[in-house]
């Protein structure tokens, strides 16, 4: 699957190990060091990181279980995701929390793209480095699973969109299954970090 990422024509590939990752957090982001070193899991640290990274650089997200089903992104691609795009993950979610908002859907973040410093991205990184909801202070009543999903996964992400006014296009694929970055990519959920 990266391979394939890889060798997408047209597409400047950065690859980032674990050492990168901190690297890039201590050099470019020096007022999140302790926030991102205190984050209890490592799949935490890397969800805040993915936002980090393309708040800077800008670009497409992808984990590494994805597996792509074109051969070739375009540029007009790019730009029907207007500024940011993030998966539609499921259309009816089991999250109470969320359904307590009204909300029915999950936002994944396995893969997702963005203009450099983009509003929503910015919105969603201080939504978890303030812990909005209090899911790292108080994770009682929460598995570990959930504690990560609240606090820098999915859920994190879908509340930063119902709390904000940015303009986020939210792609599912034409024929809707769950895990899809619209008709590019299947998220084939290794489930690794767990």
Not at 48 to 61: K, T
Not at 83 to 93: G, K, M, R, S
Not at 105 to 128: D, K, R, S, T, V
């Amino acid at each position: 699957m990266q391979r394939r990422v890889q060798n997408l024509p047209d597409v400047n590939y950065i690859f980032f190990d674990d050492e990168a990752i901190f690297r890039f957090v201590y050099d470019f982001y020096p007022e999140h060091k302790d926030f991102f070193d205190k984050l209890p899991t490592m799949i935490q640290k890397l969800d805040f990181w993915r936002y980090l990274a393309i708040f800077r650089l800008g670009g497409l997200y992808l984990d590494l279980d994805m597996d792509l089903t074109v051969d070739r992104i375009s540029d007009e691609d790019f730009s029907g995701w207007g500024a940011c795009a993030f998966p539609l993950e499921y259309e009816q979610n089991t999250d109470n929390i969320l359904q307590n908002r009204g909300c029915q859907y999950l936002i994944g973040n396995y893969a997702f793209y963005a203009e450099p410093q983009n509003l929503f991205l910015q919105e969603l990184i201080m939504h978890i480095a303030t812990d909005k909801y209090g899911f790292l202070r108080n994770p009682e009543g929460l598995d570990k699973n959930q504690q990560v999903y609240y606090s820098s996964g999915p859920v994190a992400v879908t509340l930063a969109y119902l709390d904000t006014n940015t303009d986020v296009n939210i792609i599912a694929p034409r024929s809707f299954r769950p895990g899809c970055f619209g008709d590019f990519a299947v998220h084939m959920m290794a489930g690794a970090w767990k």
